[in-house]
């Protein structure tokens, strides 16, 4: 069985991740993988229109950098209108995820 990532929670989790440090979109992908324990496995087909979306909003801004391995990578950084929608959309997941909590604790 393979588990989804609900619908609008990618961008947040990569706000999640930039916020922590500046990232490219390989190191993203690696990241939310090594923190989940291995259950989000992001696609680059996903990733990448994600992190479009991502500066398209203003969310981030990125900057072409040289990677540890000296490669050339589009490096994503977390603005303040970012970590603004970054708390948004962090309480409304909680609260989403606390009122699916409570139904499936309801006994018959």
Do not use: C, N
């Not at 923190?35 to 909003?57: C, D, H, M, N, T």
């Amino acid at each position: 069985m393979r588990d989804e990532l609900l619908p609008g929670t990618l961008d947040m989790l990569i706000l999640k991740a930039i916020s922590l440090a500046p990232m490219h979109g390989y190191a993203i992908a690696q990241h939310l993988r090594q923190v989940s324990k291995q259950v989000l496995q992001i696609e680059e087909g996903s990733l990448y229109p994600a992190l479009q979306r991502v500066l398209a909003s203003g969310w981030a801004k990125a900057e072409w950098r040289e990677t540890p391995t000296r490669r050339r990578a589009r490096y994503y950084t977390i603005t303040a209108a970012g970590r603004r929608q970054l708390g948004d959309e962090v309480a409304s997941f909680q609260r989403m995820l606390g009122a699916i909590q409570r139904v499936l604790r309801t006994q018959e």
